[in-house]
């Protein structure tokens, strides 16, 4: 996932169910009494989600809004798109990372935010004790929002198969989320968080549907998030997406008359508020 301007077209899922999320929980932020609030996102992207859903919801006098990613090319991308800010930057970022966070990171941010991000990392209590450091030592909160399961999964394991593409693919584990498989997700989720020494935990799993107009917005999208395009030969990469729409085709996506085809994804929807350590077991 590393082409900015075709996930800036094409993201079109992510964009609503951020939106709608955003809606919902907005109000429940732990807003700073002086309006001085800093705010991280995890996993940006191109930087248009934080644009349009997030940076309108800051304090207008608020202090720092830094934009995150562990592709250089998207960190870019995204500074274009917030270059007459500049109170926003973004930064380079794996937020599960086992070295020590940027000490101009760490302990700085009132709020952590991360829309379609945390299904790429396996390891998860690594990625929320980076989330707890972020944010400041007295106070704060996080929104996490991410698929536990998906239709592109499912065709990944799927294409894994497939002779014409296994030996593209022989790491395909590394790119399902890590609770594809896994029963009562809410309650272990949940869980870690509180491991991780947070409080106040709220976790929802969402079934979303999103209707894409057209045949060829869901293949722009598919290309744009595609962890294994860039392994393909050139010549073969438009077979091995036809490929890859055909399976997500035959795990149930419905055309509708105009055509449209619709999707539902299981989301975690995850709020929760920093805890001194000193209260580690609250809840």
């Known amino acids: 996932m590393d082409q900015p301007a075709l996930y800036h077209r094409a993201n079109l899922l992510q964009r609503h169910d951020a939106e709608v999320v955003l809606k919902k929980y907005s109000n429940i932020f732990q807003s700073r009494l002086d309006g001085q609030d800093s705010l991280i996102d995890i996993g940006s ?21 830094v934009g995150s990613d562990i ?13 007459d800010e500049p109170r926003c930057d973004f930064r ?26 945390l299904h790429w990392v396996q390891n998860q209590r690594q990625a929320l004790e980076n989330i707890y450091q972020l944010l400041r030592p007295e106070n704060g909160d996080c929104l996490l929002v991410f698929p536990t399961n998906s239709t592109a999964f499912e065709a990944h394991l799927l294409l894994r198969q497939s002779p014409k593409w296994s030996s ?9 989320g890590p609770f594809c498989r896994t029963k009562n997700v809410q309650e272990i989720f949940a869980t870690m968080l509180r491991e991780a020494g947070f409080s106040h935990i709220k976790v929802e799993l969402r079934h979303d549907t999103y209707d894409y107009k057209t045949v060829n917005i869901l293949k722009d999208n598919m290309e744009a998030v595609c962890p294994f395009l860039g392994r393909i030969i050139p010549d073969q990469r438009s077979e091995f997406l036809q490929d890859l729409f055909n399976t997500m085709l ?16 299981k989301l975690i929807v995850a709020y929760a508020r920093k805890t001194p350590r000193i209260f580690d077991n609250a809840t």
Request: proline share 5%; with cysteine; charged share 20%.
């Open 45 to 65: 992207g191109s930087g248009d989600v934080l644009k349009d859903f997030v940076y309108p919801l800051m304090p207008c006098n608020f202090a720092r809004l």
């Open 92 to 117: 380079l970022l794996d937020i599960a990372t086992e070295e020590k966070l940027p000490y101009d990171l760490k302990g700085q941010f009132d709020h952590v935010t991360s829309f379609y991000c």
């Open 71 to 83: 592709s250089s090319n998207m960190c870019n991308y995204a500074r274009q798109i917030f270059k």
């Open 168 to 176: 593209y693919m022989t790491d395909v584990e590394r790119f399902i």
């Open 250 to 265: 035959d795990l149930n996506l419905k055309h509708n008359i105009q055509p449209k085809i619709s999707i539902t994804n």
